[in-house]
């Protein structure tokens, strides 16, 4: 019965021990001749304007957020005034930009992809490695 328990204690352990996600790495092998060099600073430039969408698309998230958490601030102060009460929040407690993160990251994941194409479409080489820090399954 307590080797039981050794070994339930010993998994929950290393469970817990270090990073278990997977890593994901990208590398690039550039076309051999001239022509496939020049086509593919047309993907880096067609990627960079699509990850400056991204960007601005971004900040105008957060600016909702902010509005948005403003409003709602001014509502929780104007009920806490009536109520005589301390104000004990701030207007950042109201800002939830989770969203925000989710979208820019989806975004940028959808720049990367038809940069890849259009990298491999030139020429060049695309490969992706994945690593493990621990126990990823």
């Not at 403003?70 to 005034?81: G, L, S």
């Not at 989770?98 to 038809?114: M, T, V």
Request: charged share 20%; proline share 6%; glycine share 6%.
């Amino acid at each position: 019965m307590p080797m039981k328990y050794l070994w339930i204690g010993l998994l929950l352990t290393l469970a817990a021990c270090g990073d278990t996600q997977a890593y994901q790495g990208v590398a690039y092998t550039p076309p051999p001749t001239p022509g496939g060099r020049m086509c593919i600073d047309q993907c880096a430039k067609s990627k960079d304007y699509c990850e400056q969408t991204c960007d601005l698309d971004n900040r105008a998230c957060y600016n909702d957020v902010q509005a948005s958490a403003q409003r709602d601030y001014d509502n929780y102060t104007r009920q806490r005034f009536a109520s005589h009460a301390s104000i004990d929040m701030l207007p950042s407690d109201f800002e939830h930009p989770d969203a925000c993160l989710e979208a820019k990251k989806k975004c940028l994941g959808d720049c990367a992809r038809p940069h890849d194409a259009c990298y491999r479409n030139c020429g060049g080489a695309v490969t992706v490695t994945t690593s493990c820090q621990f126990l990823c399954f």
